[in-house]
């Protein structure tokens, strides 16, 4: 699959929103890390773990609401859309998104990369384990944490 542009797709958003068994188990079996609907669906193991919790409003209604829980939103458009409503509906909608409080916009690729990827502290040190079959991150890969105490 990489002979396009050098990468692996990561991502099935099925048209119409459809996403029916037999598409699933095949985006499944072709090891896609994501799925996109309404809401996120991650790869866990070899099935899908649907995110009740990282929705994905349309990308002119970006609002703080969708960026409460300190979690991505996904401000999905149909490439169709910036050939009906232009480029500059296209820059509005991403102010709108930076206006609510959005700081990063990446791909599903840079999103299954991080996705790919675990964090965890045993109270010492800090260790990140990668999914082998994660792709490479894009760029560096944020990390924030923080203590209770």
């Known amino acids: 699959m990489r002979r396009h542009f050098g990468v692996v797709p990561t991502t099935l958003v099925a ?14 079996k072709l090891g896609l890390r994501l799925m996109s609907s309404y809401y996120l669906a991650l790869r866990a193991g ?5 995110c009740q919790h990282v929705c994905a409003p349309y990308l002119d209604t970006g609002a703080r609401k969708w960026l409460a829980g300190g979690l991505p939103a996904v401000g999905y458009f149909h490439d169709k859309d910036i050939a009906d409503r232009g480029v500059r509906w296209f820059a509005a909608s991403l102010d709108k998104w930076q206006r609510a409080g959005a700081r ?6 840079a999103l299954a990369a991080i996705t790919g ?6 109270g010492r040190k800090v260790r990140i384990t990668t999914d082998p079959s994660a792709p490479q991150p894009v760029r560096e890969l944020p990390i924030r944490t923080s203590a209770p105490s």
């Open 117 to 122: 990827r675990t964090l965890d502290y045993d």
């Open 104 to 109: 990063n916009f990446i791909d599903f690729r």
């Open 15 to 28: 048209p119409g929103d459809a996403f029916t068994e037999p598409a699933v188990a095949l985006a499944a």
């Open 46 to 50: 070899g099935r899908f773990a649907w």
